[in-house]
C-alpha cells in the first residue's frame, strides 16, 4: 500500500537527487555568509528588548484573527502610519511575509485586460502571484527596460487595451545587481502603466536612511514597493507602499490579505523598533557598507572573481554537485555558505551565493575567502 501511494513522490524525490537538486534542511552554525540579516538586527538586544517591552504593556502573541475580524490591532496600525512616513508613501500595509506580499499584488491589483511585463529574474513569489491572476504575464531579459517598453509596445499593436504592469527587484538576491529604476519608471510613465518595485534585499542598506533604491519613485501614484521586514530588518513581514486607494483595494480583494490571519502584534512592535532603528543608528548602516566594500574588494583579490557591488556575492560553480560538495565542505570548515541550483537559478549556473552581514567582520570574510580559493581548487 505504501509503495503504491507514495511511489510517485519517491521517484520525484530519486530524480532530483540524480541531478543534484534535492534539498534538504540543514541547520544554522558557524561563521554566517548565508542569511539575509544583513545589519544584524535579528538577535539585537534593541529588537530584544522592544518585544520585551511590548509583552510588558500587554501587546499580545497572538492576533487571534484576519485584520478584517478582531486580528486588527493597534500595532499593526502603528506601524503602518509609521512606515508610511518613513518610506514616503500615502499607505502602508503590513502582510504575513513578502511572498504573500507579492502574491497578493499580483494576484489581485493586475485586472483582466491589463499586462504584466516582469523581469526574467524576478522572485518566485511573483511567479505565485501571476500564476493566480487574471491578467496575461510576459517575461523580458534582465534589467532591460527597452525590452519592456517593446513588450508592452507589441502587446498594444495587438489588441492590448488595459493598463501594463512592469514588475522589478530593486537589488536581485542571486546575482546581487541592480535594476535601472529610473529607466523602469519611465517606461511605465510613458505607456500610462504601474511599476511594482521588490525592495526585498535592498531595504534597510541602500537609499537615504536605509529606505531602498527606489526612494526618488515611493510616492507616485503609479508606483507600488515591496519592504520586507524579513531580511536587513531582522524580523519577519513585508510592507506595501502604495496610494491609499490600491492598498484599500488589496484590503477588499487581496485572498491572501482577507482569509490570513493577521501577523504577531509582537512581530509589528519590533518591526517598528526596526525602523527606528534604521534612523537613529546611521552608524550601523555605515559599518555594513564599509563591510560590503570590503568584501568585493577581497572577493577579487583571492578568487579574480568581480564583486556585484553589493552585499550578495555569487561565486558561480556551474555543476550542481560540485556547488553542493564546495558549500559541504566550508560549513565543515565553519563556515556557513549554501549552494544554490535550479531551478532558483538558470540551468548550468549553480553557485555559492555569498552574503555579507555584520554578524561577521574582515578578518572571518578574508579567512574564509582562502578556504574557499582551496576549497573550489580541490574540487
Not at 549553480?350 to 576549497?375: P, Y
Request: net charge neutral; proline share 4%.
Amino acid at each position: 500500500m505504501t509503495a503504491r501511494l507514495l511511489g510517485d513522490y519517491d521517484r520525484t524525490l530519486a530524480g532530483l537527487d540524480r541531478k543534484g537538486r534535492r534539498r534538504a534542511l540543514v541547520a544554522a552554525g558557524g561563521a554566517d555568509f548565508t542569511s539575509n540579516d544583513y545589519l544584524a538586527l535579528a538577535g539585537s538586544p534593541q529588537l530584544m528588548a522592544a518585544v520585551a517591552a511590548a509583552v510588558a504593556r500587554g501587546v499580545p502573541v497572538g492576533s487571534g484573527g484576519s485584520r478584517l475580524l478582531r486580528g486588527n490591532h493597534p500595532e499593526h496600525e502603528a506601524l503602518e502610519a509609521e512606515a508610511a512616513a518613513f518610506f514616503g508613501v500615502e499607505r502602508a500595509l503590513f502582510f504575513n511575509s513578502g511572498y504573500a506580499a507579492n502574491s497578493a499584488l499580483f494576484s489581485t491589483l493586475p485586472q483582466r485586460d491589463d499586462l504584466i511585463v516582469h523581469d526574467a529574474l524576478v522572485h518566485a513569489s511573483v511567479h505565485e502571484g501571476m500564476a493566480a491572476s487574471k491578467a496575461p504575464a510576459i517575461a523580458v531579459r534582465h534589467n532591460d527596460a527597452g525590452a519592456v517598453a517593446d513588450a508592452i509596445r507589441n502587446w498594444r499593436a495587438t489588441g492590448g487595451t488595459g493598463r501594463p504592469w512592469i514588475a522589478v527587484e530593486s537589488l536581485y538576491s542571486m546575482d546581487g545587481d541592480r535594476a535601472p529604476l529610473a529607466e523602469f519608471a519611465a517606461v511605465a510613465e510613458r505607456f500610462d502603466g504601474f511599476l511594482v518595485v521588490d525592495e526585498a534585499h535592498a531595504t534597510g542598506v541602500f537609499g537615504p536612511g536605509g529606505r531602498g533604491l527606489s526612494t526618488q519613485l515611493e510616492g507616485r501614484e503609479n508606483v507600488v514597493v515591496l519592504h520586507t521586514c524579513g531580511k536587513a530588518l531582522g524580523v519577519s513581514g513585508a510592507l506595501v507602499g502604495a496610494s491609499a486607494v490600491l492598498c484599500d483595494y488589496l484590503v477588499n480583494r487581496a485572498r491572501n490579505f482577507i482569509y490570513s490571519t493577521a501577523p504577531s502584534p509582537l512581530i509589528a512592535a519590533a518591526v517598528r523598533e526596526a525602523l527606528a532603528m534604521l534612523s537613529n543608528e546611521p552608524a550601523r548602516r555605515l559599518r555594513f557598507e564599509r563591510l560590503s566594500d570590503f568584501a568585493n574588494r577581497a572577493l577579487a583579490e583571492t578568487l579574480g572573481i568581480e564583486g556585484s557591488g553589493s552585499q550578495i556575492l555569487p561565486v558561480i560553480v556551474g555543476e550542481n554537485a560540485r556547488a553542493v560538495r564546495i558549500a559541504a565542505r566550508m560549513r565543515q570548515q565553519g563556515y556557513d555558505i549554501r549552494a544554490i541550483r535550479p531551478p532558483t537559478v538558470p540551468e548550468g549556473t549553480a553557485r555559492l551565493r555569498i552574503a555579507i552581514t555584520l554578524n561577521v567582520d574582515e578578518a572571518t570574510i578574508g579567512h574564509m575567502l582562502q578556504r574557499l580559493k582551496i576549497a573550489m581548487a580541490e574540487e
